[in-house]
């Protein structure tokens, strides 16, 4: 299991680099390379192994990898580290740090019913004025929530479902 504060912690390091030398964008795009090399290949077992010699591993990322010198010393240094399953972990961190950077923010819509498009675009539009930001929604449709919505902004939860309401309604009347 990848660890989120180290992760976290590379994470904001590329993001100073990268905002410093106006690079955002492409270091994104460096960071999702090497998560998709490191973490999510085939080959992600063998860049973790131990028993394989960290400068045959190293070598093999830079043959690899096509991406920006700072970009590839994070990568051998994930390797070094015995980090690099944490590579996408390191991604994703990162580009959450660039959307918020860029008054960008996802967020996850959950209804009991399926939504219209124009709804999804309407609540992206209300949820962007409330905050200030640009908002992307994906809508999920969950029918045990019965009622209401589930909005998951970033590390944000709104809970507004009518599942939550009733449990909350049966634990005062069970205390009472």
């Known amino acids: 299991m990848a660890d989120r504060q180290a992760a976290k912690r590379y994470a904001q390091a590329a993001f100073a ?9 492409r270091w ?10 490191l973490a999510d290949s085939d080959a992600a077992g063998w860049f973790a192994a131990p028993r394989v010699p960290v400068a045959e591993r190293q070598a093999a990322a830079e043959r690899a990898l096509d991406v920006d010198q700072l970009a590839l010393n994070l ?59 640009q ?19 970033d590390d944000h939860l709104i809970d507004g479902s009518v599942r939550s309401r009733l449990r909350r309604l049966r634990r005062e009347l069970s205390g009472a």
Request: aromatic share 2%; charged share 30%.
């Open 75 to 133: 990568a051998r240094l994930l390797i070094a580290k015995g980090r690099t399953l944490e590579a996408r972990e390191i991604a994703d961190a990162f580009s959450r740090l660039a959307d918020e950077h860029e008054g960008l923010a996802q967020a996850e819509i959950t209804t009991a019913v399926p939504l219209q498009p124009d709804q999804v675009a309407a609540m992206e539009q209300r949820l962007g004025e409330a905050l200030g930001k």
């Open 28 to 37: 994104r795009a460096d960071l999702d390379d090497v998560a998709a090399v």
């Open 17 to 25: 680099i990268a905002r410093d030398g106006d690079a955002i964008a």
């Open 135 to 153: 908002i992307t929604a994906t809508a999920d449709v969950d029918a045990d929530i019965i009622g209401g919505v589930v909005l998951r902004i």
